[in-house]
């Protein structure tokens, strides 16, 4: 096959690789020669590059030639965007020997070491005063986060189950429907409150996460923050839902 120049700085191609499955693609210099380009895929496909031989493949997968002058420049023979280079290890390794991490030796640390150790990210949070370690913030969280919850029981504790509510969500038209459940769950802390929808614009049925809290149709059920509920002479509306 004729060796030939190609003017543009740098190509695309995809590399594949006698010791794994799988290709990837990159970028490369047409200015590096086959040598240097050997260091570069030592990092992708994990052969030492004096174990490497490579062959050129086009966009149709049709082989071209082999790449085999380690002082030449990739730019010399005829690679373009999508054609393929296939890496052939002559190292000894077998075929998946570098995908299974179950072989790789892990770096690990005692916890009793690791809290000993001055240049580590907890040791950083430490000295900082930073995230979890910040006792005076933690304080002030669950300070908040009980208020907040006081608050919620306050206003839950005016909405009795089977009242009829509207349901005024930010970014939501109002929704009414029937109180079916006030109290915590499971799902999420704080306080809420079941609603069966006088129309299927809920998210469930009464249940959620296999637990059941209220029994209504599928689509009729949603929880709500007592902040959004109000409770009142709300009759049934039309919402036009069964007109075709």
């Known amino acids: 096959m004729e060796v030939t120049g190609l003017s543009a700085p740098t190509v695309n191609v995809f590399i594949s690789s006698s010791l794994n499955s799988f290709r990837s693609q990159k970028r490369y210099s047409r200015s590096l020669t086959v040598a240097e380009f050997k260091c570069k895929l030592q990092l992708v496909v994990g052969s030492p590059a004096s174990c490497m031989e490579l062959d050129l493949y086009g966009p149709d997968d049709k082989f071209y030639c082999k790449l085999d002058q380690d002082d030449a420049l990739l730019g010399s023979y005829p690679v373009d965007d999508g054609c393929r280079i296939h890496v052939i290890d002559h190292s000894g390794a077998r075929l998946g020997e570098y995908e299974d991490l179950s072989k790789v030796e892990k770096y690990e640390i005692s916890q009793e070491a690791y809290e000993q150790r001055q240049n580590s990210i907890r040791s950083f949070l430490k000295r900082n005063k930073l995230g979890r370690f910040n006792e005076e913030e933690r304080a002030q969280q669950e300070a908040e986060n009980s208020q907040r919850l006081i ?29 079916m459940y006030v109290g915590l769950t499971d799902f999420k802390p704080g306080h809420w409150i079941g609603v069966r929808y006088d129309e299927p614009l809920g998210k469930n049925d009464g249940s959620v996460n296999g637990k059941r809290y209220f029994e209504c149709q599928a689509k009729y059920g949603a929880f709500v ?15 036009g839902l069964d007109e075709m």
């Open 225 to 239: 923050k007592p902040s959004v509920v109000t409770v009142g002479d709300f009759p049934e509306e039309d919402y």
């Open 151 to 179: 608050e919620e029981e306050a206003q839950a504790s005016t909405i009795p189950v089977g009242s009829r509510c509207e349901v005024r969500a930010p970014g939501q038209p109002p929704r009414r429907g029937t109180v």
